[in-house]
């Protein structure tokens, strides 16, 4: 079992930046590959990013590289989220999840474990 506590959203204006943490419990979280996503009202949950393992390999989604940025320290069990130049669109609740295959997945349901989510809202 692996618990994954969220924290770090909030209300911030376009272009502005955030940094999510994403802080695990449990199982060795070394051994999970980590994911980002995000579900805004009314649109199915997508993947924002993730990061292998060791850390050496991270993925994007196309809306948001370049901006964002995923990293992990796994001495302190936890994953960040860096968010910079926040859009509105941007606006949702977003969620860590954790995968126990070694390799970055963008399937929801790749995921074994799953944050309570944190809600970021980017005004215009």
């Known amino acids: 079992q692996v618990l994954l506590v969220e924290s770090g959203g909030g209300l911030v204006q376009a272009g502005g930046s955030l940094r999510l943490s994403c802080a695990a419990s449990g199982r060795t979280f070394s051994r999970f590959a980590m994911g980002w996503f995000r579900q805004a009202p009314g649109k199915e949950r997508e993947f924002v990013g993730g990061?292998?393992?060791?850390?050496?390999?991270?993925y994007y989604a196309d809306s948001v590289k370049g901006r964002f940025t995923i990293s992990r320290d796994n001495a302190k069990n936890t994953v960040y989220l860096q968010m910079n130049s926040l859009k509105p669109e941007d606006t949702a609740v977003y969620y860590c999840?954790?995968?126990?295959?070694?390799?970055?997945?963008?399937?929801?349901?790749?995921?074994?474990?799953w944050g309570q989510g944190t809600q970021v809202t980017v005004s215009s």
């Open positions: 999840a954790a995968d126990s295959a070694f390799i970055v997945r963008a399937e929801v349901g790749a995921y074994d474990y």
């Open positions: 990061i292998s393992w060791s850390g050496a390999d991270t």
